[in-house]
């Protein structure tokens, strides 16, 4: 493997970057040794997150009243990921879950996990808890030992009670210390082998549930504090728009009014009540003067052209060669292309802030609330320790939205009411116009086949923004707000997250056995339009072209698609879901697409590990093409996916599930719409997603192994449906769409 970067002080992503914008606390010594002074030794590597967050007691604290306190820095976005985490707690130590208390996702009593992302949180911080756990177990266990009598080996434990084979027994509420767990984890305590696991491997009901379906106090939107008011925010009219006036005293007059904060381009404003906010942030956009820079980038296909003609940082990050390739019989070179995309949360965007004596506190659904403090410190001139974060669900949030950027609004807004706190909720029009955006893509793939049908060279390059803008950058301040604030700060530089896990480049290096390829990545380093985190980041459009070629491949070799890639695999988990997933849906080589009253009906498959580190998932859609609307609707689904150790069944099966329906909308529908001066799509009528009735039947399939570590994966079969989808259509069709979303447009188009 060879590395080579372009131009060397561009876009590259030094050591200390990656791990100060990965929320790492990492820190090096740079002091010199004093003269025969030896170095220190060097700490053992632990597992997951008890590397970077040593300590026993900062996971766990069993009490004498018989509870036991999870802590996760982790947090829930609607992906079971506590119901999973209490699971191993409960299954390590051997006590009820009724006895867990769960804090997640508080700067001021939970781990530093940085980043809810990347379906990290069972890899990272449930290998944490269960070697956490295990320890304490044996710790408690070695306690008994010596006050009962007897060997540690022969005792028992159940819901917390230690039994001797004698009869003579005592509790871990009886030996719990406040000294016990504090100190510094050695992962020397193995986690229970997989035949001991009781509640590991079992669909248990998720704990955040009930309350979302009776009309609990669920999410952050749905918190009422003592005294609370309601705030609102006026955006520029476009990005990098400056404010030149308003009127003030005609808002300020206004019912419930209590304040109006203009600090350089930041306009907000709170009122007493929710509708009085946003009548008068209403009547400040009506009277808002802007100077607007107009330098939105090209749409349609002329942004990428536009693209690959951008500052770049080019990067090779795989390159093999082989000593002797088999001479090329066939070449083709083709080129996919992906939009600009929103996350779309149902329920935009929302924080809470109170200020008290000089101290913040911040209620969020931010994916990080140790970055987002990190940010929040820079932007609002203020030491972190006088930021509290604490994470609350949001109503749809996932990958890098708003919900770092109305932190800051919030409390900002704040400031100016301090001991009020103060709800801001970003409106449907913020939602769209200002979140941060999936970014376009191009890929350009090109492959030669030898005599015996297989790839003998292969190559994969590709144009991106930033797939990853979120807080913590060392060099700016990745908050909205704060670039328009009387003395702004400026947002960090555009980034790569390095591989393995890649940024722009993730999924784009195949697992398929080439005997030489390479694979390119050119990083653009301006952002007209803000890019950040959606879920998946590149894998999304990187499987999307990877796989719809090794499709376009498998034609061009006379090759069925399923076979032609079990061809060119050596990883035998992979060719298994592969071969399942086939099997499930009754897969037949050579079977022909099937027209019927002009509805042309294929199926497709794809497939991928996720990052080539999480989940493998292989997927198979059948769709059907209604050659007079030129609508595409996919009529069942099926997936096989291999994670390893199995938590929480129904918990993955839902990741798997909801991965496929988010793919499908994306594929067939989603598309941000904006001209020169203005992003254009600012509610749901401009960007329709993907209904109900919509949604294909269904069939996932999990395959369990017990003695592997457990796999992200909550993001991994999006790549693969995607281009299920487009193989698929291609199959049904005999045409083939390269440009992503398949809309009827375009449908229309390619059928003639």
């Known amino acids: 493997m060879k590395e080579r970067t372009t131009p060397t002080d561009a876009g590259g992503l030094s050591r200390r970057s990656f791990l100060q ?13 004093a003269l025969g002074q030896s170095p220190a030794p060097a700490r053992a590597v632990l597992p997951g997150s008890l590397n970077n967050n040593r300590m026993l007691d900062a996971w766990l604290r069993i009490h004498p009243n018989g509870k036991v306190t999870m802590c996760s820095g982790k947090i829930e976005l609607g992906q079971g990921i506590l119901t999973a985490l209490s699971q191993i707690v409960s299954d390590e130590l051997d006590v009820d879950l009724k006895r867990l208390e769960i804090i997640s996702g508080h700067t001021g009593l939970t781990p530093n996990e ?16 269960r070697f956490a756990c295990a320890e304490a177990r044996g710790l408690l266990l070695a306690a008994a030992a010596d006050k009962l009598g007897v060997a540690a080996g022969v005792l028992s434990v159940s819901d917390g009670r230690i039994s001797a084979p004698n009869g003579a027994a005592t509790s871990y509420w009886e030996l719990t210390s406040e000294s016990l767990l504090k100190r510094e984890a050695s992962a020397k305590t193995a986690p229970k082998p997989s035949s001991q696991h009781k509640l590991i491997g079992q669909s248990l009901q998720r704990r955040d549930i009930p309350a979302k ?14 005294g ?45 009540r929710e509708e009085q906010a946003i009548a008068a942030a209403n009547a400040l956009r009506a009277s808002a003067r802007w100077e607007e820079p107009g330098d939105l980038p090209p749409t349609g296909a002329a942004l990428f052209a536009h693209m690959k003609q951008q500052r770049k940082a080019t990067s090779v990050v795989s390159d093999k060669k082989a000593a002797d390739p088999a001479p090329a019989v066939r070449t083709l070179e083709l080129e996919y292309t992906k939009p600009y995309q929103a996350h779309a949360s149902i329920g935009p965007s929302c924080a809470v802030a109170l200020w008290t004596d000089d101290k913040l506190q911040v209620w969020t659904h931010s994916q990080g609330v140790f970055p987002l403090r990190n940010d929040l410190s820079k932007a609002l001139r203020m030491a972190p320790a006088n930021i509290t974060v604490m994470h609350r669900e949001g109503s749809g949030c996932y990958g890098h939205n708003g919900a770092d950027d109305v932190a800051f609004d919030a409390a900002r807004l704040a400031r100016d009411l301090p001991g009020v706190p103060v709800m801001l909720q970003w409106m449907r029009e913020d939602e769209f116009g200002w979140e941060p955006l999936g970014s376009p893509m191009v890929m350009r793939l090109k492959a030669s086949l030898d005599a015996s049908g297989k790839v003998s060279d292969w190559s994969h390059e590709l144009w991106s923004h930033a797939h990853s803008t979120r807080p913590y950058d060392p060099d700016g301040v990745n908050l909205l707000g704060s670039w328009y604030l009387q003395d702004p700060l400026k947002p960090g530089p555009s980034r790569n997250i390095p591989q393995p896990s890649g940024g722009s480049d993730r999924n784009a290096i195949p ?16 952002m007209p339009i803000r890019t950040s985190a959606l879920r998946t980041l590149g894998a999304y459009a990187n499987v999307f072209a990877l796989e719809s070629f090794m499709d376009e491949l498998a034609l061009a070799a006379g090759a069925d698609p399923v076979e032609f890639r079990l061809r060119h695999l050596a990883d035998a988990r992979a060719k298994a879901v592969i071969e399942r997933t086939a099997q499930m849906a009754g897969w037949q080589a050579g079977a022909k697409a099937s027209s019927d009253r002009g509805v042309l009906r294929g199926r497709g498959i794809g497939f991928s590990k996720y990052k080539n580190l999480a989940v493998y998932c292989a997927v198979i859609l059948d769709v059907a093409v209604d050659t007079r609307s030129s609508l595409i609707r996919v009529e069942r689904a099926w997936s096989a996916s291999d994670a390893g150790l199995v938590i929480n069944p129904d918990g993955f099966r839902n990741q798997i599930e909801g991965g496929i329906v988010q793919s499908i909308s994306w594929t067939l529908m989603e598309s941000i719409r904006y001209n020169k001066q203005h992003m254009l799509t600012r509610n749901w009528g401009d960007y329709p997603i993907l209904r109900f009735p919509e949604v294909p039947a269904l069939q996932v399939e999990l395959i369990n192994r017990p003695e592997e570590r457990p796999l992200g994966v909550g993001e991994g079969s999006q790549g693969p449906t995607v281009a299920a989808l487009a193989n698929a259509f291609a199959h049904a069709t005999g045409k083939r ?13 390619v059928l003639g």
Do not use: W
């Open 21 to 33: 914008s990965s929320a790492l606390t990492i820190s090096f010594s740079l002091a010199p040794l």
């Open 114 to 129: 940085g980043m809810t992302a990347g379906s990290l949180s069972i890899q990272d911080s449930g290998t944490a808890l």
């Open 213 to 226: 379906v009776t009309g609990g106090e669920s999410f952050v939107q749905d918190m009422r504090l003592p």
């Open 228 to 272: 609370m008011v309601f705030g609102r925010v006026v955006r520029p009219s476009a990005p990098r728009a400056r404010l030149l006036g308003f009127d003030a005293a005609g808002v300020k007059a206004m019912p419930g009014v209590l304040a109006l904060v203009r600090d350089g381009s930041f306009l907000a404003v709170a009122a007493r």
């Open 511 to 526: 697992l398929y056995v080439f005997p030489q390829q390479k694979v390119t990545n050119n990083l653009l380093l301006d």
């Open 737 to 749: 769409l390269r440009e992503l979303p398949l809309t009827p447009e375009r449908v229309r188009q």
